[in-house]
C-alpha cells in the first residue's frame, strides 16, 4: 500500500507544473554553464556567439513560459528535457574539447630518463646491493643529465661512487659487456641508436634497468605572437618512442611549417632525418638530423634554423603511439601513393594511387625508405601526403562522430608550444572569415653516403645535403614570409631554376656539399 501511495505521488509530481519549473530551472543553469564554457574557450567570434546566445536564451524563456502556462506545461516539460539532454550534450563537447587543448598546449619541457643499467644476471636487487659499484658514464656527451643522475645516485647511497669514464656509448656498453664495471649510466635516448650496432643489437633484453631517474628542463618558448594577423613558423615533430611524448628521443620526422594568415598560405618543408649537418650543440661537428632529438626538441629547432636560416616560433610533436591512436579516431584514412610497394614495418601492401589505411599502415607507410630508389626523399614526401590525408579527415564529419575517441588519443600524444589561447585565435579567425587554404610541400633532397657522426664512434649511412634544394626551400619560405602567392608552378619553377633571383638564392653552391 505504501508503495502504490509513493508511485502515485511520483505520478503526481510528474504531472504538476512544480516538475515542468524544475525541468525549466535545470535547463537555464546547463545553458549558462554552456554559454560560460564557450566564453573561455574563446574560439566562437562575436558574430557567432551573439547569435547563438540569443537562440539557446530565447529557447530557456519560451520553454519557461510554457512551463507557467496552466494548458500547456506538458509540452514545456517536454521542451525542456529534450533541451536538457540537447545542452548536456554541448557541454561534453565544449568541455572535453577545452580541457585537451588545455593540456596539450602550452608545453614549454623536456624530458630525460637516465636509467643505471646491469647485466640480466647481475645479482644486485636494488640500488643499495650496487652501492660498491663501479658506475661507467660518458665523458661529454650528455653531461649534465649524467652528472644529475650521480648527484641523485649519492644521495640514495649517502656517500660518493666509483665512476669510470667512456668516450661514448658504444664504448660503455662494451665496457659492460666486457665487466670493466658494474654498471653504466646512460640516457634512454640514446638506446636506438646503441642497437643499431649488430654487437648491441639485443642490449635492452641482455640488460635491465637498476634505477630510473627522470629529469625535466624548461623550453624557452614565444606566446606573444598574433598568430591569426602574423606570419609564423612551426616544427612539426614525429618522435621513435611510444609513451610520453615530451620523452627527449630521435625525431624521425622533421618538418618546418610557415603558416600565413593573411594570404591563408602553408608551406610545409620536409628535411630527411639522416641529413648530415652540424647540430646547434656539436661545434661544428656534422651529425645524423634525427639525433639533434636526443638532446631536446629545442635542439632539432636550433639545428632546422641553422640550416634555413629562419626563426622557428613554436613546436608541434607526436609520438608514434599518439600518430596510430588519431588516424583510428579518425576511423583511418585515404592517402595517396605515388608507387605500389611492401612497406618494410609491418609487410603492408600499397598499391599506386589512394590507399585507405588504420594507424598501424599509416605508420608502415611514413616509416618505409627501403622500397624507393628515392630512399628518404620519397619517405619525407609521403609523410606529407598523410599529414594532408589527416587535415582532409579532420574537417569531415567523422571529426565530429568519432570526438570522444579523438580527444582521448591526442591527450597524452601530442603536444605544442602554442598556447591554448593562441590556438583559440587561430579557430576564431577561421570560424570568423571562412574559406580554404592553400597548402604546399617541398622536400630538401641530398644524396647517400657513409660518415663520421657527432653521437656515435663509427661512421653512419646518412645523407649529404643538396645545397641548391635548400637554396631553393630558402626561396619558398622568404616568399611565404613576404606574402607573395605561391602556386605549384612557381615551385616547379624554382626547383627547376628557371626562378634565379630572390631571398635566399644560392645558385652558385655545388648540389652536393659535404660542409668540412
Known sequence: ????????????????????????????????????????????????????????????????????????????????????????????????????????????????????????????????????????????????????TIA???????????????????????ALYDSEVDAIILNSAYIANLEENEDFASFSSLTRVLMQTTHEVQIEVD??????????????SGIDVEGKVSTTSRSDVNIIAIINPETRQVLLVNTPRDYWVPLSISHGTEDKLTHAGIYGIDVSMDTLEMIYDVELDYFFRINFTGFKEVIDA????????????????????????????????????????????????????NRMAVIQAIADKAVSPAFLSNFSDLMKSIEGSFETSMSSAQISSLVRMQLDEGGSWDVFTYAAEGRSAMMPVYSMST???????????????????????????????????????????????????????SKN
Open 330 to 381: 579518425l576511423g583511418g584514412v585515404n592517402v595517396y601513393s605515388e608507387y605500389s610497394f611492401t612497406s618494410h614495418h609491418g609487410k603492408y601492401k600499397f598499391t599506386k594511387g589512394y590507399n585507405k589505411m588504420n594507424g598501424k599502415q599509416a605508420l608502415g607507410f611514413v616509416r618505409e625508405r627501403y622500397a624507393f630508389r628515392d630512399g628518404d626523399n620519397q619517405r619525407g614526401k
Open 223 to 236: 606566446t606573444n605572437k598574433d598568430v591569426d594577423k602574423q606570419v609564423f613558423a612551426m616544427y612539426l
Open 1 to 148: 500500500m505504501s508503495k502504490g501511495k509513493k508511485s502515485n505521488k511520483f505520478v503526481d509530481f510528474l504531472k504538476s507544473r512544480l516538475c515542468a519549473y524544475i525541468l525549466s530551472a535545470i535547463h537555464i543553469i546547463l545553458t549558462l554553464v554552456l554559454l560560460g564554457i564557450v566564453l573561455y574557450i574563446n574560439m566562437l567570434p562575436v558574430k557567432f556567439f551573439i547569435p547563438i546566445c540569443f537562440v539557446l536564451l530565447a529557447f530557456c524563456a519560451v520553454a519557461f513560459l510554457f512551463a507557467y502556462a496552466k494548458k500547456i506545461h506538458i509540452v514545456g516539460k517536454v521542451m525542456s528535457l529534450i533541451l536538457i539532454i540537447v545542452t548536456s550534450v554541448g557541454i561534453y563537447f565544449a568541455y572535453t574539447g577545452s580541457s585537451t587543448f588545455e593540456k596539450v598546449a602550452g608545453a614549454n619541457t623536456k624530458t630525460d630518463i637516465v636509467n643505471v643499467y646491469v647485466m640480466k644476471a647481475d645479482k644486485a636487487e636494488d640500488l643499495t646491493s650496487a652501492a660498491d659499484y663501479t658506475f661507467g658514464i660518458m665523458s661529454v656527451l650528455d653531461r649534465e643529465n649524467t652528472d644529475k
Open 459 to 513: 661512421e653512419q649511412s646518412v645523407m649529404i645535403p643538396n645545397e641548391k634544394s635548400i637554396a631553393r626551400a630558402k626561396k619558398l619560405i622568404n616568399m611565404v614570409y613576404d606574402g607573395k602567392v605561391l602556386s605549384e608552378q612557381i615551385i616547379e619553377d624554382i626547383d627547376n631554376d628557371k626562378i634565379t633571383t630572390g631571398p635566399g638564392s644560392n645558385d652558385s653552391d655545388s648540389d652536393d656539399t
Open 152 to 174: 641523485t645516485i649519492k644521495g640514495k647511497l649517502g656517500g660518493p661512487i666509483n665512476t669510470k669514464e667512456y668516450e661514448g656509448y658504444v664504448q660503455l656498453a662494451q
